[in-house]
C-alpha cells in the first residue's frame, strides 16, 4: 500500500478525518454512495454556496468530483484495455477553469457527478487487481491506492461541501 496519502494528509486526514487504513472494497462503496448522499444533502441548495475559506462553490466542488472519477476511470481503463501505465498529473484549478464550473447549475454538477461514478466503479471492476501505474510526480501506485485516494478526494471534498453549506445557512 502506498503512503502516498498518509505523508501528504496525515493518518486520519488532518482535514476531513479519512482514515487510510479503509479497505479498497470500503472505499470503492463509499465512492458509490457519494452521488445519492451528495443528492439528498444538496436538496434545496442553489449551488453557489461557498464558504469563505474556499475558491470554489458547492457546484464547482461537485463537478470537481465526477471530473476526477472520470479523470481516474479513463486511467484505469485504459491501462486495462492495454495502454499505456505512465500518467500525468492534472491541475484540478486549470480544468475548472477550462470547465467553466461556475457557470453550470447543480443538477448538471450532479448528472456528471451520478454518471463519472457508475464509469469509475465499471473501470475498477476491469482493472486487474495488480495493476500498478507510473504516475509521473507520485511514482507507482496501485489499484487499490487509486481507489482509496479517489475516495479521499471524494470525503474531502464532500466535507468541504458541507462547510460550504453551514457557512451560507449562517450568512
Known amino acids: 500500500m502506498s503512503d502516498w496519502g498518509r505523508r501528504t494528509y496525515g493518518e486520519p486526514c488532518r482535514e476531513c478525518g479519512y482514515t487510510w487504513s479503509i479497505s479498497a472494497a470500503n472505499a470503492e ?3 458509490a454512495s457519494v452521488p445519492a448522499r451528495l443528492s439528498n444533502l444538496l436538496d434545496g441548495a442553489r449551488g453557489n454556496e461557498r464558504h469563505p475559506a474556499l475558491t470554489w462553490s458547492v457546484t464547482s466542488y461537485v463537478a470537481h468530483i465526477g471530473d476526477n472519477l472520470r479523470i481516474w476511470a479513463e486511467r484505469l481503463a485504459g491501462i486495462a484495455l492495454g495502454g499505456p501505465r505512465t500518467i500525468a498529473s ?3 484549478n ?3 477553469v477550462a470547465r467553466n464550473y461556475e457557470a453550470l447549475g447543480l443538477p448538471g454538477a450532479l448528472w456528471i457527478l451520478e454518471r463519472s461514478t457508475r464509469d469509475w466503479r465499471e473501470a ?3 482493472a486487474a487487481l495488480d495493476l500498478e501505474m507510473i504516475h509521473l510526480e507520485r511514482g507507482p501506485i496501485r489499484r487499490d491506492d487509486i481507489i482509496r485516494t479517489n475516495a479521499h478526494d471524494a470525503v474531502r471534498h464532500v466535507w468541504d461541501i458541507e ?3 453551514v457557512s ?3 450568512a
Open 163 to 165: 462547510r460550504s453549506l
Open 168 to 170: 451560507a445557512r449562517r
Open 124 to 126: 475498477v471492476s476491469m
Open 90 to 92: 492534472y491541475d484540478d
Open 94 to 96: 486549470k480544468l475548472a
Open 29 to 31: 462503496t463509499l465512492v
